[in-house]
């Protein structure tokens, strides 16, 4: 599998981004699919999950209630749809794909295949 990010930039705080994922090659509907993010000199965090068979996803305390992950089965990809960005929203932000997962690792940032990043900065 492997993943391909587009959709970030720069925008201000308030503005919003979609980001896409688009995989490549087969993705099974065990699988889950992520979003991570990492800013400079910080650890790469969890930002939200969303399951291929059933769509069951899953979001970081920080994004609740501003960021939306869906996904289309038919086009391979996955949208991280952020509104009311602020200036901590600023990262790398990475899609990751999943092959066996529990509750207990979806927010671990050890996904079997990683996409390359895309930069996220929003302005104050």
């Known amino acids: 599998v492997q993943l391909q990010a587009s959709g970030g930039g720069l925008v201000q705080a308030g503005g919003s981004l979609r980001l896409s994922c688009a995989g490549s090659?087969?993705?099974?509907?065990?699988?889950?699919m992520g979003w991570f993010r990492q800013a400079p000199g910080k650890e790469r965090e969890f930002v939200a999950a969303i399951t291929w068979s059933d769509s069951s996803t899953y979001y970081a305390d920080s994004v609740k209630g501003r960021f939306t992950i869906s996904r289309d089965n038919v086009e391979n990809t996955v949208y991280l749809q952020m509104n009311s960005l602020k200036p901590e929203d600023t990262a790398v932000y990475y899609c990751?794909?999943?092959?066996?997962?529990?509750?207990?690792?979806?927010?671990?940032?050890?996904?079997?295949?990683w996409g390359q990043g895309t930069q996220v900065t929003v302005s104050s």
């Open positions: 090659g087969r993705i099974f509907s065990t699988y889950i």
């Open positions: 990751a794909a999943d092959r066996s997962w529990s509750r207990h690792t979806i927010a671990l940032p050890r996904y079997d295949y």
